[in-house]
T-cell receptor, first 116, second 112 residues
């Protein structure tokens, strides 16, 4: 399909383990975003990549969280030493124009992370 | 105070009802306003966007912005069971308009 692809769709891990979540954006989209959605909560911004510019990491909640984007395409969000409060759905989105203008964010279906 | 406040609901209405969904925001510099719809276990999808104040209509949906009150609304006419979803308002996080701040979402259930 031509949509944003995320994997894994579900991940159960033990507290203290590291996890990697992958996002494959829509081809040609230069901007890529990671958001987190906890139960009953709205979407919490984590990080934003735009082309070759330095990413906007201002939403990352702690230094246990990091993300990279290789070759301007696929992105990986890594959570080290997971905690129970990290349990959430991690959503990736991509766009080709400014999301805060007339651009549209195209979201994947998310990676549901459960930390036991 | 959160930048964007939204009543979480749930809101349950009979089929055919007019639905009003609302958000308030704190940053008077916001100019672009969006509504995203999220079905269960899916990612959000853009429903409508508006710029500055006024109304915008798209089929059964009308988005309204009142900048003087920092209040935005989404109206759904002739609501259908297929409209049952969570509706999230969104605005740019900053003047760069590169990323969005979302409300917590209002869960809507339209009963057949």
């Amino acid at each position: 399909g031509a949509g944003v692809s995320q994997s894994p769709s579900n991940k159960v891990t033990e507290k203290g383990k590291d996890v990697e979540l992958r996002c494959d954006p829509i081809s040609g989209h230069t901007a890529l975003y990671w958001y987190r959605q906890s139960l009953g909560q709205g979407l919490e911004f984590l990080i934003y990549f735009q082309g070759n510019s330095a990413p906007d990491k201002s939403g990352l909640p702690s230094d246990r969280f990091s993300a990279e984007r290789t070759g301007g395409s696929v992105s990986t969000l890594t959570i080290q030493r997971t905690q129970q409060e990290d349990s959430a759905v991690y959503l990736c989105a991509s766009s080709w124009r400014l999301a805060g203008g007339t651009g549209e964010l195209f979201f994947g279906e998310g990676s549901r992370l459960t930390v036991l | 105070q959160k930048e964007v406040e939204q009543d979480p609901g749930p809101l349950s209405v009979p089929e055919g009802a007019i639905v009003s969904l609302n958000c308030t925001y704190s940053n008077s510099a916001f100019q672009y306003f969006m509504w995203y719809r999220q079905y269960s276990r899916k990612g959000p999808e853009l429903l409508m966007y508006t710029y500055s104040s006024g109304n915008k209509e798209d089929g059964r949906f009308t988005a309204q912005v009142d900048k003087s009150s920092k209040y935005i609304s989404l109206f759904i006419r002739d609501s259908q069971p297929s409209d049952s979803a969570t509706y999230l308002c969104a605005m740019p996080r900053d003047t760069g308009r590169r990323a969005l701040t979302f409300g917590s979402g209002t869960r809507l259930q339209v009963q057949p």
